[in-house]
C-alpha cells in the first residue's frame, strides 16, 4: 500500500486541533506478527482462532483490572494448552510465552500509509495523540522496536491510566492533554466497538479504520452507526479531516 502523494500536503482543517490515534492494527501490523508466532511455535496456525478466543477472555479481565498482564499472559498459555489437553508447569507456561514475544517482536512493522500520515497530520499543525489499551512496559517496548517512541504529542496507555477505551474518560483525559474540546478531535482506531463507536459515545468524531486485510480478524455483522465515519487506510484521513469533519467540528462549535 503506498500513500498519495497529492493528498498528503498542507492544508486547512478548521475545526479540527487534534487527532488521536489507536496504535495496534491502526499504526503497526499486530495481528500478522501474533498468528506468525503461534503457527512458528507449533508448526501451524491451525490454532490461531482458539488463541484469539482465549485471548480475548483473558485480555479483558486485565483490562477491567481483575489481574495484571503478566497474570493474564500466564493464565491464557495455561488454558491454552489445557484446552488441547497439555498439562504446562509454570516454568513451561512462562518460557512458552516469553518465545511468544520474542518470535512476534521481530514482525512488527508499521503499515506503510503510517508515516505519511503522521508526517501531514504535523504538516498541518495537529496534536497527535496515541490512545492504547495496553500494559505499559509492553507497548513502550514496542513502539521502540518500530521507531514510534517519540511519535506522538502525548501518549494514553490503559494500564498507566487504569481506564480503558470505550471508557469516555480515556477520550476526555486525551482532549484534555492535548488541550482541545472533544468535537475538536478526532479518533482513529481499527475496532468499531472501542475506537470508533466509543470515542463518538465520547463526542469526539469518531472515525473506524477498517483495514480490508484485516477483516478475518474481525467479528461479522458490525453495523457503524450513523454519525462514525470509515475508512480503509490512513491515506483517506487527511481528505475525511479537511473536509467532512472539519465542517462538523466547525458546526459543533457554534451551538
Known amino acids: 500500500?503506498?500513500?498519495?502523494?497529492?493528498?498528503?500536503?498542507?492544508?486547512?482543517?478548521?475545526?479540527?486541533?487534534?487527532?488521536?490515534?489507536?496504535?495496534d492494527d491502526t499504526l503497526l501490523d499486530n495481528a500478522a506478527p501474533a498468528r506468525m508466532?503461534?503457527?512458528?511455535?507449533?508448526?501451524?496456525?491451525d490454532c490461531w482462532p482458539a488463541w484469539r478466543k482465549v485471548t480475548?477472555?483473558?485480555y479483558?479481565?486485565?483490562?477491567?483490572?481483575?489481574?495484571?498482564?503478566d497474570?493474564?499472559?500466564?493464565?491464557?498459555?495455561?488454558e491454552f494448552f489445557a484446552d488441547r489437553g497439555e498439562q504446562m508447569s509454570e516454568a513451561e507456561v512462562t518460557h512458552w510465552d516469553n518465545r511468544r514475544i520474542q518470535v512476534m517482536s521481530t514482525a512488527w512493522r508499521l503499515y506503510d500509509d503510517t508515516q505519511p500520515c503522521l508526517e501531514w497530520l504535523r504538516s498541518v499543525g495537529l496534536t497527535v495523540v496515541a490512545v492504547t489499551n495496553a500494559a505499559s512496559a509492553y507497548q513502550r517496548r514496542k513502539l521502540a522496536g518500530v521507531g514510534l517512541a517519540d511519535a506522538f504529542d502525548h501518549l494514553l496507555i490503559a494500564e498507566e491510566l487504569?481506564?480503558?477505551?470505550?471508557?469516555?474518560?480515556?477520550?476526555h483525559a486525551a482532549c484534555a492533554?492535548?488541550?482541545?474540546?472533544?468535537?475538536?478531535?478526532?479518533?482513529?482506531g481499527d475496532r468499531l466497538d472501542l475506537d470508533a463507536i466509543g470515542a463518538y459515545e465520547a463526542g469526539l468524531h469518531g472515525v473506524w479504520l477498517n483495514r480490508p486485510e484485516l477483516a478475518a480478524e474481525r467479528d461479522t455483522g458490525q453495523r457503524v452507526p450513523q454519525g462514525v465515519s470509515v475508512i480503509e487506510d490512513l491515506t483517506e484521513l487527511p481528505g475525511l479531516?479537511?473536509?467532512?469533519?472539519?465542517?462538523?467540528?466547525s458546526m459543533q462549535s457554534l451551538n
Open 1 to 23: 500500500m503506498t500513500a498519495a502523494p497529492a493528498l498528503f500536503t498542507p492544508t486547512t482543517v478548521s475545526g479540527i486541533r487534534a487527532v488521536c490515534l489507536d496504535i
Open 37 to 45: 508466532a503461534i503457527a512458528e511455535l507449533l508448526g501451524s496456525d
Open 56 to 58: 480475548d477472555y483473558h
Open 60 to 69: 479483558a479481565r486485565f483490562m477491567a483490572g481483575e489481574i495484571d498482564f
Open 71 to 78: 497474570t493474564m499472559r500466564t493464565d491464557r498459555t495455561r
Open 162 to 171: 487504569g481506564m480503558a477505551k470505550p471508557d469516555p474518560e480515556i477520550f
Open 177 to 188: 492533554a492535548a488541550g482541545v474540546h472533544p468535537w475538536e478531535t478526532v479518533h482513529v
Open 241 to 249: 479531516i479537511a473536509g467532512k469533519l472539519a465542517f462538523l467540528s
